[in-house]
Every structure is written in structure tokens, then in C-alpha cells.
């Protein structure tokens, strides 16, 4: 926990000094789950699109570190189109859009390394993404960093869960989530013996929209959490997330980085300085 209190003040410096910044990319892109990024010879950008149904679609987009072999973050739309319908399909595969000498194996889960126990866990959950072509990509290897497996199976999923109902409520959403690695000491290999980094904790932000109606003009709402890596038990996960959920400045001062900045560019800067702040 000390190790984890003295990132979040780093981070909270470097947030600081880049707030505002709307970075190239992300700018000319426009999509509003996107966090603004700078590319360099160890982390890039990718995006996942399919064809299904009405045309192309984007998935999701990742950022990669290529020395950690995790994504530092994976940031998609959601709604219920979207989500569709259909079985999870297991699809275990290297990311097609990106070399496998730059991934890790994972056709089975990890293996031992200085710590043990990881599962293979999705940062684009496979039930946000239920058409079949798009649930195989949530598969690829570049969506998965080691997570804890009571975690996975518990108070992570319940989160996931609650982010698509509030997206399903709302006309439309965009989220992103990502993993704040810390202590890089800790790590398990894949099947290769390529070493992984584990997260000490996850994050994920929400940003929500519902179109002007009967009851008043168009408005954006936005939630995020931060998630120790580690179980957080069997039951009672409703207050727990509670909790642990900050706003969206607070989450940008934990992680370093900018997110919805799109956001300003299209409401502008005030109000989207409100939705980021919880107000």
C-alpha cells in the first residue's frame, strides 16, 4: 500500500502538468473513450473493427507496453446495440493487428513467476461484446493483463456488470479501463517464458450521455474506480464498489493521465470540468 500511495502523488504531478492537453491522436480521432496518448518505440495505439451487421464498426482500442506485455489501457463505446446477443466464444488467439513477437502466448493462463496464482483476466469485458465477431477479439492476447482469480470472479465482475447496466440505461457510453502497475517486481510468464507484468491495481472510468428529452437538455455523467488487485471477498459487492468509486479528476490524478478529453472539445471546457469532478 505505501509503494501504491507514493505512485499516486508521481502520478498526481505528472496529471497535474499535462491537464488540458489534448494530445494529436486522440484529437483527430474524435472518439470520446479515448484518453489522450503519445506513441513511442514501447507503447503503441491499436484499434479493433469488425464488420457485423450494419457495416464497419470499431470494438475497441488499446495502448500497449511492450516491455510489460500488458495494456496500459483498453477504451471502447458500449450501448446495447452494441453488446448484442450471442455465447462467449472462447477464442483464445494472438491480437491479428500487431506482430506475436511483441505478445505474450496466452493459449493458457499464466504461469509461475516471482508470484503465482494469475488468471487470464479481460479489460474489454467478452459480455460488453456478444456478436460473434466481435466477442472472438476480445479474446486477443492484448486484452488481458494477470488478474487475481477471486477478484475476477467476484467483486471485478460484479463491476462489469454494473458499468453495462448504468451504459444500458443511458443512451450511450464510453469506457475505459486500464492497469496501474506499480511494483515492477512482480511478475508471471506465458507459456513461452516471456515475463508479465502484474497490476497491483485496475481502474476503470465511465462516461455516460442521455439526449435532451421532455425533462431537459442533453447531459453527461461520468464514474470511476480504482481496484486493488486482490479479492475483495464473496458478498457485499455493491457497497464495495461504492466505495471505491472517485471521481474522474481523482482518477487522473492517481494514473497520470487525461481521460474523456474529448469530452471539453465538444461541450466545452466547463462543463466538461463539472462531469469530471463529479459535479
Known amino acids: 500500500m505505501k509503494r501504491l500511495m507514493i505512485f499516486f502523488l508521481l502520478m498526481a504531478m505528472a496529471a497535474l502538468s499535462a491537464a488540458g ?3 494529436p491522436k486522440t484529437a483527430e480521432l ?3 473513450e479515448l484518453p489522450s496518448f503519445s506513441e513511442d518505440p514501447e507503447h503503441f495505439f491499436v484499434s479493433h473493427y469488425t464488420d457485423e451487421y450494419w457495416g464497419k464498426q470499431r470494438n475497441y482500442s488499446l495502448f500497449w507496453d511492450q516491455n510489460r506485455l500488458i495494456p496500459i489501457w483498453v477504451a471502447y463505446p458500449l450501448n446495447q446495440k452494441l453488446i448484442g446477443k450471442g455465447p462467449r466464444s472462447g477464442a483464445w488467439q494472438y491480437d491479428k493487428f500487431m506482430a506475436t513477437k511483441k505478445q505474450p502466448n496466452l493459449k493458457r493462463t499464466y504461469q509461475m ?5 494469475y488468471i487470464r483476466g479481460h479489460l474489454c469485458p467478452s459480455n460488453d461484446r456478444l456478436k460473434p465477431g466481435m466477442n472472438e477479439q476480445t479474446f486477443y492476447f492484448t486484452n488481458m493483463a494477470p488478474q487475481d482469480p477471486y477478484l475476477n470472479g467476484g467483486l471485478w465482475a460484479w ?3 454494473y458499468v453495462q447496466q448504468l451504459a444500458i440505461s443511458a443512451c450511450n457510453a464510453w469506457v475505459v479501463t486500464g492497469c496501474i502497475d506499480t511494483d515492477y517486481s512482480n511478475w508471471v510468464t506465458d507459456v513461452t517464458g516471456k515475463h508479465i507484468a502484474v497490476p497491483e491495481a485496475f481502474f476503470k472510468a465511465v462516461l455516460l450521455y442521455w439526449p435532451a428529452d421532455s425533462n431537459g437538455g442533453e447531459r453527461y455523467e461520468a464514474h470511476a474506480w ?11 459487492f455493491e457497497q464495495k464498489v461504492s466505495a471505491l468509486e472517485v471521481s474522474i479528476d481523482e482518477l487522473e490524478a492517481t494514473i497520470g493521465l487525461d481521460l474523456f478529453p474529448n469530452l471539453g472539445r465538444l461541450v466545452g471546457a466547463a462543463a466538461a470540468e463539472d462531469v ?3 459535479r
Open 226 to 236: 480504482i481496484v486493488e488487485n486482490r479479492s475483495y471477498g464473496f458478498s457485499g
Open 30 to 32: 474524435g472518439w470520446l
Open 159 to 161: 463491476l462489469e456488470e
Open 21 to 23: 492537453q489534448v494530445s
Open 276 to 278: 469530471e469532478a463529479g
Open 113 to 117: 513467476g516471482s508470484v503465482e496464482g
